[in-house]
C-alpha cells in the first residue's frame, strides 16, 4: 500500500516563504514522477510543480515558475515544494501525487495522492 503524507503547510503572510514535504511510502519516491496540485475553495485542482523519478526533469505551471521549486530526496522517500514570495492567490490545499508509468509532467495522470497540507496566504 502506497502512502504520501504531506507536512509543512500552515499560514504565512503574503511575501513570505514555506516548504512542503511529501514522505512516500517504500521506494515509490525512487522509481514514481512526482508532483504537487493545490486546489482552492470552489476552484479546481491545478497542477503546480513535477519532478521525473531521478530528479532530472522539472515541470512548472506558468503562474509558480520562478517562485516555486520542486526537489526531491531518493534516499529519504521526499519530495519537497519550496514555495517563495507567496502570494493570496497560492492559498489552497496542497497535495503531493505520484505516478509509476512512463512519462511525467502535470497533464497525465497519477494514481497515488496525499491528503493534502493547507497553506493560507494573509496579507
Known amino acids: 500500500q502506497v502512502q504520501l503524507v504531506e507536512s509543512g503547510g500552515g499560514s504565512v503572510q503574503a511575501g513570505g516563504s514555506l516548504t512542503l514535504s511529501c514522505a512516500a511510502s517504500?521506494?515509490?519516491?525512487?522509481?514514481?514522477?512526482m508532483a504537487w496540485f493545490r486546489q482552492a475553495p470552489g476552484q479546481e485542482r491545478e497542477g503546480v510543480a513535477a519532478i521525473s523519478s531521478d530528479g532530472t526533469y522539472k515541470y512548472y505551471t506558468d503562474s509558480v515558475r520562478g517562485r516555486f521549486t520542486i526537489s526531491k530526496d531518493n534516499a529519504k522517500n521526499t519530495v519537497y515544494l519550496q514555495i517563495n514570495s507567496l502570494k493570496l492567490g497560492d492559498t489552497a490545499m496542497y497535495y503531493c501525487a505520484g505516478r509509476t508509468q512512463p512519462w511525467c509532467g502535470l497533464n497525465v495522470q497519477y494514481n497515488y495522492w496525499g491528503q493534502g497540507t493547507q497553506v493560507t496566504v494573509s496579507s
Open positions: 517504500g521506494d515509490m519516491n525512487r522509481r514514481a514522477c
